[in-house]
Nanobody
Framework: QVQLVESGGGLVQAGGSLRLSCAVS????????MSWFRRAPGKEREFVTA????????DYTDSVKGRFTISRDNAKNTVYLQMNSLKPEDTAVYYC????????????????WGQGTQVTVSS
């Protein structure tokens, strides 16, 4: 049974930091690219960042470049999202997702999804 379990969300003040984790089980983690998406209240889900199978390649949406860092530990079957300098507009439910193919910004290309973790940034 495939499981992606996010953790680390919470309430933080603007300018603060959070580190999200996504623990994976049920498939060969190192053979999948991983990504983080988010859905803000009243908005569609959007791509945040992706990391290749090896971790050598990453991609970020412009609004988080320089503030967010994606990483993965294939020995621990876990992908991380370090979020610094958080802004109120980062408030959303954050989802991790797994893609058997390469990194992608398109949600439809992902095979597995987690349940999400809430991140709330107060001003």
């Amino acid at each position: 049974q495939v499981q992606l379990v996010e953790s680390g969300g919470g309430l933080v003040q603007a300018g603060g930091s959070l580190r999200l984790s996504c623990a994976v089980s049920g498939y060969s983690f190192s053979t999948y690219s991983m990504s983080w998406f988010r859905r803000a209240p009243g908005k569609e889900r959007e791509f945040v960042t992706a990391i290749s199978r090896s971790g050598a390649g990453t991609d970020y949406t412009d609004s988080v470049k320089g503030r967010f860092t994606i990483s993965r530990d294939n020995a621990k079957n876990t992908v991380y999202l370090q979020m610094n300098s958080l802004k109120p507009e980062d408030t959303a439910v954050y989802y991790c997702a797994a893609n058997r193919g390469g990194t992608s910004r398109y949600g439809w290309s992902y095979d597995y999804w987690g349940q999400g973790t809430q991140v709330t940034v107060s001003s």
